[in-house]
């Protein structure tokens, strides 16, 4: 039985890994953003242990993770939280950026840097869950897709060094997919939004259950997932 710590697990992709993992019995780690949260996903996840640490603050994660219980070993972390703030760059304003940047690639960066201790000891797995915008950046979307972007060169890095420590590191790359976030895009698009179109977010979990579920004898370094219908 592994132990995996998970962010974003209250809804779309990070709950659909999340209930396939309590489903095997697995032990989960949940970070919820504040107590409400946190009492939220208790209900839905009730044999999962939920910690609290705001993605929004990065800087605060160290003090908030030191005042609470923490597993004595991580089998996976996986980075599943996210927030997206689209428009033109030269309407954007720096708290936009900032944002995004904060949740998207300097609170994984930090939580990574927080935790893994714990990931070598497991010689376990890290996982990013990125976005296809973390490989192609398209009008209205800088802000977003920079902060993707960076997500890449976080893993890429972590893979390089971490390597030796036989820690495996997993960049995933969803096209767009059915949560309520993609409904938060179409919104910002102005356009109407048909979860049919897209990817299910059970499918996405396939894809990181496959990738940490792999043999030790290989490792996914990145994986492209796009809409089929």
Do not use: C
Not at 29 to 52: C, D, G, M, Q, Y
């Amino acid at each position: 039985m592994g132990t995996h710590l998970i962010t974003g697990a209250g809804s779309g992709i990070g709950a659909a890994v999340a209930r396939r993992l309590a489903e095997r019995d697995e032990e989960l780690w949940l970070l919820a953003r504040n107590a409400v949260r946190a009492k939220e996903l208790a209900a839905r996840f009730p044999t999962a242990h939920v910690i609290v640490g705001d993605l929004a603050n990065p800087e605060k994660l160290s003090w908030a993770l030191g005042q609470q219980s923490l597993p004595d070993r991580i089998d996976s972390l996986q980075h599943i939280a996210g927030v997206i703030e689209l428009g033109a760059v030269g309407d954007l304003p720096a708290k936009a950026w900032q944002r995004q940047l904060a949740a998207n690639l300097v609170a994984p960066a930090e939580l990574t840097r927080l935790l893994l201790p714990l990931v070598r000891l497991a010689k376990g797995h890290v996982v990013f869950v990125n976005s296809g915008a973390g490989l192609n950046a398209h009008a209205n979307w800088s802000a977003y897709a920079a902060s993707k972007h960076g997500l890449k060169a976080l893993a890429d890095s972590l893979r390089a060094e971490e390597h030796g420590n036989g820690v495996r590191v997993t960049s995933v790359y969803p096209g767009r997919t059915a949560t309520p976030m993609q409904e938060s895009t179409h919104q910002q698009e102005g356009k109407a939004y048909d979860p049919s179109r897209w990817i299910d977010p059970e499918s996405v979990a396939s894809t990181i259950l496959a990738a940490i579920d792999l043999p030790r004898d290989a490792e996914i370094n990145d994986v492209t997932v796009r809409p089929g219908r």
